[in-house]
């Protein structure tokens, strides 16, 4: 029988290589979603959603369903279920890769400010700007609700979870973003601070630009380490090397 792969996703990244695997005869692939998103979009091969119960729940997946290989191509800010992929590959001796696309680098002009949490990056506003464009994620948001003298625009692909600060525009937009549409945001809502995740890749880097255009600080959120013990790839081909799958 082919090798079973099962992909841990929830990513551009992850959906393209369920979709490079899902074409070739010598492989099985199954992608897993949280089921956080209500339309997750097609994906090529098997599909299975929700939480497998804990790193001893995925472990027990792994080998009811005879996982012969395991990618993390979850996204770079969730440590939950990288941690549990780490601790269920040390357990049934599944090899795993994680698959991370590389994190944004500063360009000159850019006025970056790093922080490791959303509450560090919630004590850094008050020195930096009034008016947040705060696209961090729907979760999370309680670090900036005691701001009580900022305007934030929050953009996120699913509603907020409260609690919010108070002075609150919503926003519900899934990217590919473009620097004319990002720019045009910045300037509608008088925006003078961003506040972003280093999610990485191309469909929500628009904003940097637009902000490095517009001469604005931006807020980076630093990405939480990746465990012990996996390797990391930065992209398709990697996972594809690292599985020992030549090209087709
Ligand atoms: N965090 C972000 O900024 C972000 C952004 C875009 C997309 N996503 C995607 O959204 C999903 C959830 O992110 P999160 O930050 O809430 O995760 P998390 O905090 O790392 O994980 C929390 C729990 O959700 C379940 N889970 C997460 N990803 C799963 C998957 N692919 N398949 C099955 N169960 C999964 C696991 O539950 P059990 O312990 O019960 O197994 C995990 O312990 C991930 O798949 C991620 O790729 C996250």
Redesign the pocket.
């Known amino acids: 029988m082919s090798p079973h792969v099962l992909i ?4 551009t990244e992850a959906r393209e290589l369920a979709a490079s695997l899902a074409a070739r005869s010598d492989v099985r692939v199954t992608t ?3 089921g ?1 998103v209500s339309r997750p979009g097609t994906l090529d091969g098997d599909v299975r959603i ?5 790193a001893e ?2 472990a027990a997946w792994l080998r009811d369903h005879r996982v012969d290989a395991m990618v993390d191509a ?2 770079p ?6 941690a ?1 992929a780490a601790r269920a590959a040390a357990v049934t001796g599944v090899p795993a890769v994680v698959l991370r696309r590389p994190g944004w680098k500063a360009a000159p002009g850019d006025r970056w400010h790093e922080a490791v949490s959303l509450s560090d990056a919630a004590a850094l506003l008050p020195s930096l700007g009034r008016r947040v464009l705060l696209t961090t ?1 729907r ?1 999370g948001l309680a670090a900036f609700a005691h701001l009580r003298d900022h305007r934030f625009v929050i953009r996120s692909v699913e509603p907020p979870a409260p609690p919010l600060p108070p002075d609150v525009a919503v926003l519900l937009a899934r990217g590919p973003f473009t620097v004319e549409g990002e720019t045009l945001l910045l300037r509608e809502h008088r925006i003078d601070v961003l506040v972003t ?1 280093d ?1 990485g890749g191309a469909a929500t880097a628009a904003k940097l630009t637009a902000a490095r255009e517009r001469g604005l600080p931006v807020v980076v959120v630093r990405r939480p380490p990746v465990p012990e013990g996996l390797t990391t790839v930065p992209d398709v081909a990697g996972v594809l090397a690292r599985l020992g799958l030549g090209p087709r």
């Open positions: 841990l996703g929830g990513t897993s979603l949280a956080r929700g939480g497998f119960g804990g729940g995925l979850t996204h800010f969730a440590a939950g279920i990288t549990n994620g979760l995740k999610s």
